[in-house]
């Protein structure tokens, strides 16, 4: 079963830096994309960034993150990153891994989507 787990979130002040980690497991063929999103308290789930498999250089970033995070993976490790920067109270929330990848179904590789269970940021003023 594929698995996503996130880590490295955290209580931090304003101005300062988190990376996130997003490790993967399971049976994967390979990855198409991943990404992450974020979800604040009363909110609904908004993307940050996502990558595609063309390389780091194929990212794709939210206006209001753009400048202060950067998202890059590691495809030998199928991991995933998220270096942030200059933090501010409204980016609390609960951050979450998703990944389109190729996983084996009843014999065929298959494209599915999946979800990790996230990890709280909390940006103190």
Request: glycine share 12%.
């Amino acid at each position: 079963q594929v698995q996503l787990v996130e880590s490295g979130g955290g209580l931090v002040q304003a101005g300062g830096s988190l990376r996130l980690s997003c490790a993967t497991s399971g049976p994967i063929f390979s990855i198409r994309a991943m990404g992450w999103y974020r979800q604040a308290p009363g909110k609904q789930r908004e993307l940050v960034a996502t990558v595609t498999s063309g390389g780091n250089t194929n990212s794709n970033y939210a206006d209001a993150v753009s400048g202060r995070f950067t998202i890059s993976r590691d495809n030998a490790k199928n991991t995933l990153y998220l270096q942030m920067n200059s933090l501010k109270p409204e980016d609390t929330a609960v951050y979450y891994c998703n990944a389109d990848l190729f996983t084996p179904e009843s014999g065929v590789w298959t494209a599915k989507n999946y979800w990790g269970k996230g990890t709280l940021v909390t940006v103190s003023s």
